[in-house]
Nanobody, 128 residues
């Protein structure tokens, strides 16, 4: 059974940094896990796209709200994707979810329906 699991959340002061990890396990070869994305959901708000990375790591995408502050990367040997978050703001407070899907060149990374594998989420809290 393929699955992904997030870790690395916590509480940090505004301006601080955190690094989230998303580890894939199970049948991770082939096309099962090619595109990875991070989404987040703040209290009382809908889940939103944060960042994505394609197999190989050469293609990355960021939402406007995190561009320049967050960096997504992957370690293929470890089947792990990372989200390095710098200059954190209170508005970054949310539950962060990792999602994985086979590579798609036609479906936008932000389309949640295209992801078959989701982690349970990890809480990130940024205090003032």
């Amino acid at each position: 059974q393929a699955q992904v699991e997030e870790s690395g959340g916590g509480t940090v002061q505004a301006g601080g940094s955190l690094r989230l990890s998303c580890a894939a396990s199970g049948r991770t070869s082939g096309r099962t896990f090619s595109d990875y994305s991070w989404f987040r959901q703040a209290p009382g708000k809908e889940r939103e796209f944060v960042s994505a990375i394609r197999e190989g790591g050469a293609v990355t995408y960021y939402s406007d709200s995190v561009k320049g502050r967050f960096t997504i990367s992957r370690d293929g040997a470890k089947n792990t994707v990372y989200l390095s978050m710098n200059s954190l703001k209170p508005e970054d407070t949310a539950v962060y979810y990792c999602a994985a899907r086979p590579t798609s060149y036609t479906i936008q990374f932000s389309d949640e329906r295209s992801y078959a594998y989701w982690g349970q989420g990890t809480q990130v809290t940024v205090s003032t």
